[in-house]
T-cell receptor
Framework: GENVEQHPSTLSVQEGDSAVIKCTYSDSASNYFPWYKQELGKGPQLIIDIRSNVGEKKDQRIAVTLNKTAKHFSLHITETQPEDSAVYFCAASGSTLGRLYFGRGTQLTVWP | SAVISQKPSRDICQRGTSLTIQCQVDSQVTMMFWYRQQPGQSLTLIATANQGSEATYESGFVIDKFPISRPNLTFSTLTVSNMSPEDSSIYLC????????????FGQGTRLTVV
């Protein structure tokens, strides 16, 4: 099955700085890569996703890049704000069953 | 996006008892999944809830311990049976509205503590 690795496990940045979280996947058949934000006591919230036919996608302060050759995708958050503090999960999906394989998560802390 | 209501939001249960968690969606969805998230950990898929047929379980999870129902395209239940403290986790319902590989949305989770 698919194996998704996520780094770093914790990330602290100053407000206004950028944050980058990186993930790798093992199954070349995977073609859908979402990112989730989970705040304390809440379920994961989809914040951005990318499909294998696209190399980059941007939505305001967040962007995701995908390198299919390297089996690598990243989340970029610019101009970070304290409310960006949360756990971020990457995931990959490619099977016809639709299941997602999750990374282990990154605890992002943005200091004011 | 789908609006998912999951009940209860939290519970404290005695070991040896069972708890049924409900997941209600505001629209018909193609696929429904149940995940477990142990404290500080990632999400582990328990099973895919299939409408009108038996759920498909992942390795390490069995129907006797986690029976699942899905009577229609908007509702599913997960039961955690004969609970032990090791079952203390957050249980999450997830749905996909379209074909596999489309956006998946999550409920707010059920925080279960077994004492």
């Amino acid at each position: 099955g698919e194996n998704v690795e996520q780094h770093p496990s914790t990330l602290s940045v100053q407000e206004g700085d950028s944050a980058v979280i990186k993930c790798t996947y093992s199954d070349s058949a995977s073609n859908y890569f979402p990112w989730y934000k989970q705040e304390l006591g809440k379920g994961p919230q989809l914040i951005i996703d990318i499909r294998s036919n696209v190399g980059e996608k941007k939505d305001q302060r967040i962007a995701v890049t995908l390198n299919k050759t390297a089996k690598h995708f990243s989340l970029h958050i610019t101009e970070t704000q304290p409310e960006d503090s949360a756990v971020y999960f990457c995931a990959a999906s490619g099977s016809t069953l639709g299941r997602l394989y999750f990374g282990r998560g990154t605890q992002l802390t943005v200091w004011p | 996006s789908a609006v998912i209501s999951q009940k209860p939001s939290r519970d404290i249960c005695q070991r040896g008892t069972s708890l049924t968690i409900q997941c209600q969606v505001d629209s018909q969805v193609t696929m429904m999944f149940w995940y477990r998230q142990q404290p500080g950990q990632s999400l582990t898929l328990i099973a895919t809830a299939n409408q009108g047929s038996e759920a498909t379980y992942e390795s390490g999870f069995v129907i006797d311990k986690f029976p699942i129902s899905r009577p229609n395209l908007t509702f599913s239940t997960l039961t955690v049976s004969n609970m032990s403290p090791e079952d203390s986790s957050i249980y999450l319902c997830s749905v996909q509205q379209g074909a596999p590989g489309t956006e998946a949305f999550f409920g707010q989770g059920t925080r279960l503590t077994v004492v």
